[in-house]
């Protein structure tokens, strides 16, 4: 499939993505929330694996990568597409409400080592009506929230320290052991932990497509 500019979701698992020549891009990281209010309450979008921006929004993103290529430097790049998400934020015709926001913001900064209980009282909801109001805004399940920040964290950790022995990063980050680690980073990033240490990759974006499989 070919699109030139794309969405990926939460619900997402490894993808790969291939371009012919050399290419430059933007990337924007959203906060659940503020994808939910920019996608205009969208919850299948937001939980997507993938999307084509210009089948969402039309004219002006088949426009926008033209226009972009035109821009004299990085700055003015930047600050177009700035615009862009800003107009569309401005005044949105659905948003998060604030207890699954503070509930996302509990979960990450425990890096999804959280009880789902604890969260779920927090909001005074039962606990089928929180699943299922998180799951419609943020477009994946609490577990599965779960999971994909405690894959942040080793990812992030895996990055910093590429010789860290894999059943101490498995500890710290909430795993049951190390094979669970393995089976969980190969489903986000398409190869082991261990292959992607050895690829030491460092703060490159994405990783050579050798690797998937390994």
């Not at 699109?3 to 050399?22: D, N, R």
């Not at 909001?123 to 999971?147: E, N, V």
Request: hydrophobic share 45%.
């Amino acid at each position: 499939r070919s699109c030139q500019a794309f969405l990926i979701g939460m619900a997402g698992s490894a993808m790969t993505t291939e371009h012919p020549a050399m290419q430059s891009c933007i990337e924007v990281d959203l906060p659940p929330w503020a994808a939910f209010s920019l996608l205009q309450g969208d919850g299948a979008a937001v939980g997507a694996g993938l999307l084509d921006l210009s089948e969402l929004w039309g004219a002006p993103i088949r426009s926008l990568a033209d226009e972009l290529n035109s821009l004299p430097c990085w700055k003015t790049r930047f600050a177009r597409v700035e615009r862009l998400l800003a107009g569309r934020l401005q005044a949105p015709r659905r948003q998060v409400d604030a207890r699954l926001q503070q509930a996302w913001a509990q979960m990450a900064l425990q890096h999804g080592q959280v009880p789902m209980t604890a969260l779920r009282e927090h909001t005074g909801w039962s606990a089928r009506h929180f699943a299922q109001r998180f799951s419609a805004h943020f477009g994946l399940a609490p577990k599965a929230a779960a999971m994909r920040q405690r894959f942040a964290r080793a990812h992030a950790l895996l990055l910093a320290t590429p010789t860290a022995g894999l059943a101490d990063l498995a500890d710290r980050c909430g795993y049951s052991d190390q094979s669970h680690f393995t089976r969980e980073f190969r489903h986000f990033a398409a190869c082991s932990p261990a292959a992607y240490a050895r690829a030491d990759l460092g703060g490159v974006p994405g990783k050579p497509a050798s690797l998937v499989g390994h």
